[in-house]
């Protein structure tokens, strides 16, 4: 996953005298790790001993993503428990066609994109006075809630955010990050996180570049399995014990450019704008040619289905969103959509197929006090982590979510 913030980190390292009496034992804090496009069957490939170690000695899960399997919906996903059209962020790239110049991408940090029913985790939090901080998270840096008083250049005025954060930065090595989250545990009791995120971006980068197959992935999901034992073994050094439910926000599938359908050879490009393209393309028509748009759209095609974004399956739980173009073309896995056929020869991977492909599994792995050990669970959907990290932090139930923490009730030495 690739976004654009600006970059602003603030550590506060705060050392406890030698000659002070030693510190009480610490209370257990939760680490929500996101290892973007990990895929669920990458853990098997034999070069994750840490992670392969944290899933044996606890709780491992084939989890499904949210629809559409792409890295902004899920990341909001997680940490709201409401499904993409719901909680709004329904696409990497959105629109206001309303205001044509108003264009949601992976660098908007404008709260108006990001505010209504869904509440991220740490908002909730913070109001009860639980500590967290985010070291990366797709929507951590927005002020959750405030508004946006102009166009570029702006200020935003109220909502919240982490008591800690960092803007996402992607040259900030893993190693750094992992850093990053020990400082802010070594912190006396009182201004030390409870609830914190971790997010790496490498074996997805791999993933799109070179595809999920290729050894070159393998070894990006090698190289961030010694990170997650770097930081096991700083919590270990810290005595700091942790709860850590270690994500993914989709799978990953090959693609090549030999498996594209291009759009102006189903509908010609000067009747309609697209929004997005890729695994799926969604569009609009413009105005006055939505008839002769709906001809070409909803005939059968091969490696593609197309429909009225309100007559989507129900399986999807997508398409009542408005910010969802009104028109909506779903790829078979593998194969993409673009505007008009490649004009050189391509290959790599990519995600936002059907949740429920076994290529678009995703990770999820648990350990820690609150888990009960050696625990292989049924296949889970990604709305119900939210509510599992509500349980490990203390928080109230939320009414109203799409997922629940039913599927962990088995799993959690102390089930509410």
């Not at 994109?113 to 998270?137: K, Q, S, Y």
């Not at 070159?216 to 810290?238: C, E, F, M, S, Y």
């Not at 197309?306 to 909506?328: D, L, Q, S, V």
Request: contains cysteine; hydrophobic residues 40%.
């Amino acid at each position: 996953m690739r976004w654009f913030c600006r970059f602003a980190a603030a550590l506060c390292l705060l050392l406890v005298p030698a000659a002070q009496a030693a510190p009480s034992k610490r209370a257990p804090i939760t680490i929500l790790i996101s290892i973007d496009g990990f895929r669920a069957d990458y853990l098997d490939r034999g070069v994750t001993p840490v992670l392969s170690k944290l899933a044996a000695s606890g709780v491992r899960a084939v989890m499904h993503p949210s629809f559409p399997s792409k890295t902004y919906p899920n990341h909001w996903t997680l940490v709201t428990g409401l499904t993409p059209d719901h909680h709004g962020i329904v696409a990497n790239r959105m629109e206001d066609m309303a205001n044509p110049k108003n264009i949601f991408t992976m660098a908007t940090d404008d709260p108006a994109w990001w505010n209504g029913r869904a509440t991220p985790i740490w908002v909730d939090a913070e109001a009860t006075g639980i500590r967290t901080a985010t070291m990366f998270w797709p929507g951590a840096n927005v002020a959750f809630g405030g508004t946006k008083d102009k166009d570029w250049p702006y200020d935003v005025h109220g909502g919240t955010r982490p008591s800690d954060f960092w803007h996402y930065y992607g040259d900030i090595p893993p190693e750094q990050r992992v850093r990053g989250i020990i400082d802010w545990l070594r912190r006396p009791s009182e201004a030390r996180p409870k609830l914190m995120t971790l997010y790496f971006q490498s074996v997805d980068d791999a993933g799109h570049q070179y595809g999920p197959d290729d050894a070159r992935t393998t070894a990006a999901v090698a190289a961030i399995d010694k990170v997650i034992g770097l930081l096991v073994a700083q919590l270990r050094a810290l005595g700091q014990p942790a709860n850590l439910v270690v994500v993914a926000d989709h799978g990953m599938a090959a693609t090549s450019s030999e498996r594209t359908i291009a759009m102006d050879a189903i509908v010609p490009k000067e009747l309609v704008h697209y929004v997005e393209t890729g695994p799926y393309a969604a569009l609009w028509a413009l105005p006055g040619k939505e008839a002769e748009v709906e001809k070409a759209l909803l005939a059968p095609h091969d490696h593609l289905q197309c429909w009225r974004k309100g007559e989507m399956p129900a399986r999807y739980a997508y398409g009542t969103n408005p910010r969802i173009p009104p028109y909506f073309c779903l790829a078979e896995v593998g194969w993409l959509t673009a505007e008009t056929a490649p004009k050189k020869p391509e290959s790599g991977g990519n995600h936002g197929w059907d949740q429920m492909a076994p290529e678009m599994a995703a990770l999820f792995v648990a350990n820690g006090p609150a888990f009960a050990g050696g625990k292989r669970l049924p296949d889970i959907n990604n709305v119900d982590v939210e509510p599992l990290l509500r349980d490990l932090i203390d928080l109230p139930p939320e009414a109203g979510l799409d997922g629940s923490d039913k599927p962990f009730k088995g799993v959690l030495k102390r089930a509410r």
